[in-house]
């Protein structure tokens, strides 16, 4: 009994197998109605190509931006990449330590490189005007220290 259960089973793997080995037929396409969901910033799809909304970061990529995360951190660089859920990929990216006029440490840049922001801690991106950003020595500068994201 044994010999002729393995034979059986022999036998439907071997059919399983060359069903598995033919070549891959293509499917033909599906017809679909028009999105209902755009993506947010889709820096690698043909979307992108279309004219951008007015909440996309698509306007933004390549040029220099400055980021608030929820930390409180002050984050500038040049905007490579986004996605749908606002994670960015900046390089050239400085963080920017603004002191508060009574601390005795001076303000501060940071220099990090490549850097990636995951979505959740974006608060803020703004275009960075390049002539007014590299008249201000950012090492002089004091301020008050912005406060980080409350959730309650």
Request: hydrophobic share 35%.
């Amino acid at each position: 009994m044994h010999g002729l259960e393995n034979d059986q089973t022999f036998s439907r793997l071997s059919r399983q197998t060359s069903i598995a080995q033919q070549p891959y037929e293509k499917a033909p396409p599906v017809e679909r109605g028009p999105a209902v969901l755009k993506p947010f910033c889709s820096c690698r799809t043909p979307a992108a190509t279309a004219k951008p909304s007015a909440m996309s970061l698509q306007n933004y990529v390549n040029k220099k931006v400055l980021v608030l995360t929820s930390d409180s951190r002050t984050l500038v660089g040049m905007l490579l990449s986004c996605d749908q859920m606002t994670n960015l990929v900046l390089s050239q990216t400085t963080e920017r330590i603004i002191r508060p006029p009574d601390d005795p440490e001076p303000s501060s840049e940071v220099p990090h490189g490549l850097y990636l922001i995951r979505g959740d801690n974006v608060v803020v991106v703004g275009l960075v005007d390049e002539e007014l950003d590299d008249s201000i020595n950012w090492l002089a500068v004091r301020g008050a220290v912005v406060g980080g994201v409350k959730h309650s």
